[in-house]
């Protein structure tokens, strides 16, 4: 840790000032728009609580890692971090919607699009107005991207798309899109919004959790779309796609942290203030085992993700880092809501208390943004460059 003269102390988690207040911020939201209440509304409701989305608007925090000149806030993964950890404390589904208007349209777009795209849609979506999403899964193809069979086809000064994409986060209430469809064989990728004929969403796809945001396919028939809505060039799309894939797998590791701090604080207070046989249930090993193995798992959590988020930027090249990152994060943060879970017994099964919603939404991180499965293929192959390259894994830092 450092400490500076006016009594900031700097570390992994949070290590400016600035972070420091905008986890403060986000706390600060969390607490007065009293998000575990409306977790549990929309979770019965299956919907987007689309007024607390446009509050998040008002506080800038979409446009998160949008430099100030373009109307956002200028700051880095970290901020983006801290964002989906403090959310997910309480409501994961809320931040998944989060996620996905910040992070998979705002934060893809930004980086994919020319000066004229900016100025174009980028304002009512940093503030709200707007809500945005991105289509790449299809029906038969969800790791599997270069099977994708949407197609983008130039008819002189537009482009004419035909597909369907599946399990679209948003999809129900955006307005815009990244939409990736296929020209000439190559991935390329699209700015479409509602506006355009031919594009239509299907209706809300009930799902086991994060029922706080809303999720359906989006299907394009005959969509004629400006041939200037192509983001960068033909054959562009893989590149923008992989470059996003980053920041979202660290957040979504982010968001399975905060499921685990969560659930962890409910283990930990319901230990000590639960008396079964006279005493208190955490004077019981079977307790004490749950509540020290998770806390030790959580530590690693944090520390792995706040770790990566450091060389996680547009400029660089992390895809082991956020893939680790989310690979350890999603199981464990499902391991310790159901320990949470075991912990309170039959009160934990009951819709009393948040640990059932959260058990469930932890599991579509194991899911979502790519499977384990992909994380752990990714991070072999990645690892086997690295060592023919260098001779060892060690980091360069160690040596």
Not at 47 to 55: G, P
Not at 162 to 181: D, L, M, Q, R, S
Request: charged content about 20%.
């Amino acid at each position: 840790m450092i400490h500076t003269t006016d009594g900031f102390t700097a570390n992994l988690f949070t290590p400016t000032e600035e972070h420091q207040m905008l986890r403060e911020q986000v706390r600060e939201f969390v607490n007065n728009e009293d998000m575990d209440k409306q977790a549990e509304e929309f979770d019965q409701k299956e919907c987007l609580n689309m007024e607390l989305f446009r509050k998040v608007g008002e506080e800038g925090w979409f446009g998160i890692t949008i430099p100030e000149e373009d109307g956002g806030l200028g700051m880095d993964a970290t901020a983006a971090v801290i964002i989906h950890h403090e959310l997910s404390k309480s409501d994961p589904g809320f931040c998944l919607a989060y996620l996905a208007h910040a992070m998979l349209f705002v934060n893809n777009f930004y980086h994919s699009a020319n000066r004229a795209q900016i100025e174009q849609y980028l304002a009512p979506t940093l503030d709200g107005t707007w809500v945005g999403a991105m289509a790449m899964t299809e029906p038969n193809h969800g790791t599997d991207v270069l099977g994708m069979t949407t197609t983008a086809v130039r008819d002189g000064d537009t482009y004419i798309l035909n597909g369907t994409k599946t399990y679209i986060t948003n999809g129900p209430e955006a307005h815009i899109f990244v939409i990736y469809a296929k020209t000439g064989g190559k991935i390329s990728s699209f700015v479409v919004t509602r506006d355009h004929p031919g594009i239509s969403t299907s209706h809300h796809i009930p799902k086991m959790g994060m029922r706080t945001s809303s999720m359906s396919e989006v299907i394009m028939e005959n969509c004629v779309i400006p041939a200037e809505n192509l983001l960068g060039e033909e054959g562009g799309g893989l590149t923008h796609m992989m470059r996003n894939l980053e920041i979202e797998r660290l957040t979504l590791a982010a968001m399975s942290l905060g499921i685990a701090d969560r659930c962890l604080d409910l283990m930990v207070q319901y230990g000590s203030e639960r008396i079964a046989f006279g005493q208190p249930i955490n004077r019981f090993g079977q307790i004490q085992r749950f509540i020290g193995e998770d806390y030790a798992i959580l530590e690693a959590m944090r520390c792995l993700i706040y770790n990566e988020a450091l060389n996680v930027n547009p400029d660089t090249n992390n895809r082991v880092g956020s893939d680790a990152s989310k690979l350890f994060a999603a199981p464990m943060a499902k391991k310790i809501a159901d320990d949470c879970m075991q912990v309170y017994g039959g009160a934990g099964y009951c819709r009393e208390f948040p640990i059932e919603r959260l058990l469930r939404d932890a599991k579509l991180l194991e899911i979502g943004g790519g499977t384990l499965e992909s994380h752990q293929k990714n991070i072999s192959k990645d690892l086997s460059k690295m060592f023919a390259r260098q001779g060892t894994l060690t980091p360069s830092y160690m040596k």
